[in-house]
C-alpha cells in the first residue's frame, strides 16, 4: 500500500488559514488523495478528494503537487469547530481498501 | 431517513458470548467498511467488501466475520468477544472505489 506522512499535530488561530501538508511519495497512478477528519467523539467525515487537478469545495481546498507526491489541505478560515484528527489517504482504485493512518491533530486557538 | 446506520450505538456484553453489529445503508453503494477504533488510537480496518457475496480482510480481522448477502446490510459478528475487543466499531459505504466514503455514528462495545 502506498503511505502517507503528515504532521503528527499543528496549532492554528481562529479565522486564519491552516496548511495541513501530506507526503505520498509512492504514489501510484491509481491512487485517489482523500482527506477526512474525525472531530472528537464522532465518527471520520469525508473532506475532500482528487487526482491529479487542485479541487475545491465548501469546506476545503486540496492543491496538488504536480509530480502528485505531496499535497496540502487547506481550511480557509479555521473555526473552533475545525478543531479535529485530519487524516491524508490514498485510494487505489484497483483495490478500494480505505486505510486510516495516525493523521494530524489540528487545534485550533480562540 | 437517507444515510448509514448503526445499531445499536451502545452494547455491553460477557467474554465468550457471541456479538453481531448491524450497518445498513440506503444509498445501495457497493463497497462497505468496518473499523475499530481503540481508545486514543487511530481507525484500523478489520473487514471491506466491494459487492454482495464479496468480502476481503483488512488489518486486523482475528476473531470477526462478516457477511454481506444484501447490498445495503454488512453484520460484524464477533464469534466469541473477547475484552481486547472493546473498542468503538465504525462501518462505512461508498459509492465507487475511489469516491468519498460515509460513517456511521459507530457502536460502542464493551466486553466484560
Known amino acids: 500500500d502506498a503511505k502517507t506522512t503528515q504532521p503528527n499535530s499543528m496549532e492554528s488561530n481562529e479565522e486564519e488559514p491552516v496548511h495541513l501538508p501530506c507526503n505520498h511519495s509512492?504514489?501510484?497512478?491509481?491512487?485517489?488523495i482523500h482527506w477526512y477528519r474525525q472531530l472528537p467523539s464522532q465518527g471520520p467525515e469525508y473532506v475532500i478528494h482528487?487526482?491529479?487537478s487542485n479541487v475545491n469545495n465548501r469546506m476545503a481546498s486540496l492543491a496538488i503537487a504536480e509530480d502528485r507526491k505531496s499535497s496540502t489541505l487547506i481550511l480557509h478560515r479555521a473555526t473552533l469547530r475545525d478543531a479535529a484528527v485530519y487524516y491524508c489517504?490514498?485510494?487505489?482504485?484497483?483495490?478500494?481498501?480505505?486505510?486510516f493512518g495516525a493523521g494530524t491533530t489540528v487545534t485550533v486557538r480562540a | 431517513d437517507a444515510g448509514i446506520t448503526q445499531s445499536p450505538r451502545y452494547k455491553i456484553t460477557e467474554t465468550g458470548r457471541q456479538v453481531t453489529l448491524m450497518c445498513h445503508q440506503t444509498?445501495?453503494?457497493?463497497?462497505m467498511f468496518w473499523y475499530r477504533q481503540d481508545l486514543g488510537h487511530g481507525l484500523r480496518l478489520i473487514y471491506y467488501?466491494?459487492?454482495?457475496?464479496?468480502?476481503d480482510k483488512g488489518e486486523v480481522p482475528d476473531g470477526y466475520v462478516v457477511s454481506r448477502s444484501k447490498t445495503e446490510n454488512f453484520p460484524l459478528t464477533l464469534e466469541s468477544a473477547t475484552r481486547s475487543q472493546t473498542s468503538v466499531y465504525f462501518c462505512?459505504?461508498?459509492?465507487?472505489?475511489?469516491?468519498?466514503?460515509?460513517f456511521g455514528q459507530g457502536t460502542r462495545l464493551t466486553v466484560v
Open positions: 462505512a459505504s461508498s459509492e465507487q472505489g475511489w469516491t468519498e466514503a460515509f
Open positions: 509512492t504514489i501510484s497512478g491509481t491512487d485517489y
Open positions: 482528487g487526482l491529479t
Open positions: 489517504i490514498l485510494r487505489d482504485v484497483n483495490d478500494y481498501k480505505l486505510s
Open positions: 444509498w445501495s453503494h457497493s463497497y
Open positions: 467488501s466491494a459487492a454482495a457475496d464479496i468480502t
